[in-house]
């Protein structure tokens, strides 16, 4: 699976920005799908927010009330709507997808290539 982010950019806080994220290759089935993001000097990925096939969403703390995830299963595509950024919420983002190409194979985990979201004050 190949994951296809779009969407950063540099905006001031305050400001609005829209990530995409398309999924392509062999895809049976697609579980989690979602954003993580990796702030500057860390380490680690966190996550930003997810859909589920539950359906459920999950959304960080600090980001609630202000981002919002949506997907299209049709076109194999989830959306991060952001308003209100923050400088805070500068950061890589990365596109992520728990899925498997049949029924009867293993779930894996894909990520994408990452998209620089600027946030100044």
């Not at 989690?32 to 930003?48: A, M, T």
């Not at 969403?57 to 709507?81: C, H, P, W």
Request: proline share 3%; charged share 15%; glycine share 10%.
């Amino acid at each position: 699976v190949q994951l296809q982010a779009s969407g950063g950019g540099l905006v001031q806080a305050g400001g609005s920005l829209r990530l995409s994220c398309s999924a392509s290759g062999r895809i049976y089935d697609t579980n989690r799908f979602g954003w993580f993001r990796q702030p500057p000097g860390r380490e680690q990925r966190e996550l930003v927010a997810i859909t589920t096939n539950a359906p459920s969403t999950e959304y960080a703390e600090s980001v609630k009330g202000r981002f919002t995830i949506s997907r299209d299963n049709a076109k194999n595509t989830v959306y991060l709507q952001m308003n209100s950024l923050k400088p805070e919420d500068t950061a890589v983002y990365f596109c992520n997808a728990y899925s498997r190409t049949s029924t009867w194979t293993n779930w894996h985990d894909s990520w994408g290539q990452g998209t620089q979201v600027t946030v100044s004050s």
